[in-house]
């Protein structure tokens, strides 16, 4: 479950549901590509006697019938987010809402789609059949060919650049909205600590100088002024450990590496870490992402009755990318209100998209998309 994906993001799909999309996607288009072809050719030639009109035009229906068709195939074998086309209303007769279809760019865009998928779908079938006896195809090479044909599926039956950008812009908008609460829920968690905290710390330090102004016991003089220095070390340590929830020490001093080092030995599980993001990214991403390992370590070790735990951090060209895996029961899941959901909040504030695999009985992935641009 993505907690905030990006619009229309390619993920990679599954081997098995992958095989069994090649193997049936061959049957399927073989059938659209010979009737569609049949019915284009007989068509154009009958059209001078008018029966090829209505011959086109159940050709065209069944071009647009077939891509709604195919795009809910490809969604849910091959995981990719095709939404279904919108498609706006026509009035009129049977001419009229056909001359519409014919001018309509999604009508061409999924009949080229239709006509190209046919001779892919031929290799396509042949490693899905090969995938059933060759066991390392099945594994690495269908989804890659599943994830490449997922990539072709959602640019020609897909939004077109017009709506692929107002989506962008929704999804913008709605992580701008939620950074600023994100942003505004730790202003009123930071004034909180300070008010709760270090303000009554120091202001227990005030009344214990200024009762010591007055007495004239050295005694008493000397308790209360003890008193004043425990509550002010206490003071300077809230106002620290305040300072490293906004920004910690370790990490702007040595970087990522070190500061998930850091957290990784303090978690009471055994927790791998691997980290791996030359050039160093910018510090509103490095702070993220150490929040994220930090959150998720606590709620390994309080929540999912783990015992081991892996932390990856690696970074690509325009993003670093941070995993953490355990061997707990599964089941998390990104609730309103819940940590997951602050992180994915946080996240959020640099487009970034926090995604939740947590099947029941283990084990969980968390894993946080944190572009380096924006």
Known sequence: MAADRAPLEQPRPKSVRTIAYLIAGFVLHLVQFVFIVVGIAVGAATVVIWIGIPILIATTSLVRGSANLERRFVRRMLDTPLPQVERAPVEGGLLRRWRHRLVDPTTWRDLGYLLLTFPLSVVEGAVGLASIVLLPIAIWVAPWIGWTHGSLALALLGPNRTKRLEVKAQHLQASRARGVDAAEAERRRIERDLHDGVQQRLVSVAMSLGRAKNKTDPH???????????????????????????????????????????????????????????????????????????????????????????????????KVVVEITDNGHGGAEVRPGGGLAGLADRAATIDGVITVVSPAGGPTVIRADLPCVW
């Not at 340590?237 to 906004?246: C, H, P, V």
């Not at 500061?259 to 510090?283: C, E, F, G, N, Y």
């Open 220 to 318: 008493a003089v000397r308790e209360l002024i003890d008193e004043a220095h425990v509550d002010a070390k206490l003071a300077v340590s809230e106002l620290r450990d305040l300072a490293r929830g906004i920004y910690p020490a370790v990490l702007a001093d040595r970087g990522l590496d070190a500061a998930l080092s850091a957290q990784a030995a303090k978690s009471p599980i055994h927790v791998d870490v691997t980290v791996d993001v030359q050039p160093r990214p910018p510090a509103a991403v490095e702070t993220i992402a150490y929040f994220v390992v930090g959150e998720t370590l606590t709620n390994v070790a309080k929540h999912s009755g783990a015992t081991e735990a892996g932390v990856k951090a690696w970074r690509t060209e325009d």
